[in-house]
Every structure is written in structure tokens, then in C-alpha cells.
């Protein structure tokens, strides 16, 4: 129905409880669900489309939701359509359902201008990060960058909680072994 | 760091962390995923040992680095994407296949 009242073809007419349901859960998770996205994509627009496109299915799935962790499911779904869109987008695609693991070398040779002490470390740890394999990599960014839990952040990559433990902590233990032979870990005097 | 006498003869689920403990947990509690009392027990030997405090500092640092590289998202994505949610829970965005 528009405004006016009329059906518009093509539209679904939503009862009341959808509607609620999707406002209650759905819209307040959107920041959320853009920088995973853009964790995803590595793309703004594509991110942008890709939350558009969770939307959409999360609105058609909303009565068979139970109404509990709605960030979890709502991840799952993002998930979900990032791979089908990756699919449908380039088919070899298919072994490496992230579709990711080329885009890693495009930033490995990110440069980072050092102007401080300070942007001396976190440039460090950029080019550390770039550095990380594709796994490592892509929960780092989900758990410290993106700010998901460690629940989250398995729902988004589809593996158990402990495999995401796991990943993080030699991640974080071979961004720290750059940071010493860099001699920029702090060190007790 | 040794442990004390006194810590010696403390339930374990009261006394401070060892420094082993500390090894395995220390990455769940910089992200807040401990327990409570897990929680305040890795904090009482960070307090102490100095050791584990550096470790616990530098691993803090790659964190907060890490959330510093965070982009902004753009308001004016987060305004359209909203805008288009609210389309879509009035019915006014097709939504079939």
C-alpha cells in the first residue's frame, strides 16, 4: 500500500506486528550491520548495497524471527547475502566464499605516513594487520575494529566461538612480535 | 611472580591469577568477555605483577590502536539506510524476489 492507501505492485502489504517487529529490532542495528559490511567489502557503496540487501531479506524472514539476539541473527543473514552476492558476482567464487582472499594483497602494500611517536605504533600495527592472513586478518577487524563479541563475530564467519578465540589471539600475538622487533612494545625501564 | 603463603592456602576461585592463568585469560578480559570473578581475580595479579601489567598494557594499546582505525561511518549512509528501513516496515519497498 502506498500513503494513499492503494497497493503498489510489486510491494508487499505489512501487518502491523512485521512492521513493529523490524523497527523494535532491525533498524537500531544498522550502524552495526554497515561497518561489518564495510569490514566485508572493504567497499563503502558495496557495503551500503549489501546492508540494503539485508534488509530486505531480514524483513522477509521477520515473522519466523523469535524475537531473541537480534544482532546475531541479523549478522548471520549479512553474512549469508554477502556470499550469495559474491556468487552471483563472480562464480570462482565458490571455493573461497569470503571472496576475499585476493583483496588482502590490494592493502598489504597500504603505506602509512609516520609523523609522531604515537602514529609510528598505529602505523605499525596497520601494516601488521594488512600483513595477517585473510583469516587472522578478518577477525581482528570484526572484533577490534568492527567492536562485535566474540559470539558475533562466529555467527558473521559462520565458525565456532573457539576457532574466532583462537585466530585472535595469534593475530594479536604476531602484530605484538612486530611491534617488539620494531622496538615500539612498551618495555619496562 | 611466586605466590604468596597466604594465597597459597585461598580457594582457587579466590585467590589472584598466576602468571600462566593470566597467559591464557588475558585476551578475554581486555575484551570483556571474562566472567566476574575470573575477571577480578586477573585484575588483582595485573596489580601486582609487573611482568603481566606490561603485557596486559601492550596488548591494550593494539586494541585501542586497532579501534582508532574504526572509519566513521557516514551519517548520510546511516540516515539512507534508515530512511530505507523505514520504507521497507511501511510497505513501500518491494521486498519479493
Known amino acids: 500500500m502506498n500513503r494513499a492507501g492503494r497497493r503498489v505492485p510489486g510491494r508487499v502489504p505489512t501487518s502491523a506486528s512485521s512492521q513493529a517487529l523490524f523497527e523494535q529490532h532491525v533498524l537500531p542495528e544498522i550502524e552495526v550491520m554497515l561497518r561489518v559490511a564495510r569490514s566485508l567489502t572493504r567497499n563503502d557503496a558495496d557495503a551500503e548495497d549489501l546492508v540494503q540487501d539485508t534488509l530486505i531479506r531480514a524483513f522477509r524472514a521477520i515473522d519466523r524471527f523469535d524475537g531473541q539476539h537480534p544482532r546475531a541473527w541479523l549478522l548471520t543473514i549479512l553474512r549469508n547475502t554477502h556470499i550469495n552476492r559474491n556468487r552471483r558476482r563472480r562464480p570462482e567464487l565458490l571455493r573461497d566464499p569470503d571472496g576475499t582472499s585476493r583483496e588482502l594483497h590490494d592493502i598489504a602494500s597500504a603505506d602509512v605516513a609516520d609523523a609522531s611517536i604515537d602514529a609510528g605504533f598505529d602505523a605499525e600495527i596497520e601494516r601488521a594487520l594488512a600483513e595477517l592472513d585473510e583469516p587472522f586478518r578478518r577477525v581482528v577487524e570484526l572484533v577490534d575494529v568492527a567492536g562485535l563479541s566474540y559470539a558475533e563475530t562466529a555467527e558473521v564467519l559462520g565458525v565456532p566461538a573457539g576457532t574466532v578465540m583462537s585466530r585472535l589471539h595469534r593475530a594479536r600475538g604476531r602484530i605484538r612480535d612486530r611491534l617488539d622487533r620494531a622496538g615500539l612494545a612498551p618495555r619496562s625501564h | ?97
Do not use: N
Open chain 2, 1 to 97: 611472580m611466586k605466590m604468596s603463603w597466604r594465597d597459597r592456602f585461598r580457594p582457587t576461585g579466590r585467590r589472584p591469577m598466576t602468571c600462566e592463568e593470566v597467559g591464557t585469560w588475558l585476551q578475554h578480559y581486555l575484551d570483556h568477555e571474562l566472567d566476574g570473578r575470573r575477571s577480578g581475580r586477573l585484575a588483582a595479579h595485573l596489580e601486582d605483577c609487573k611482568r603481566c601489567g606490561l603485557e596486559a598494557e601492550t596488548y591494550e594499546r593494539i586494541k585501542h590502536s586497532l579501534a582508532d582505525t574504526r572509519p566513521a561511518s557516514p551519517d548520510d549512509a546511516i540516515t539512507r539506510l534508515r530512511e530505507f528501513g523505514e520504507r521497507i516496515a511501511r510497505g513501500e519497498e518491494p521486498v519479493q524476489t
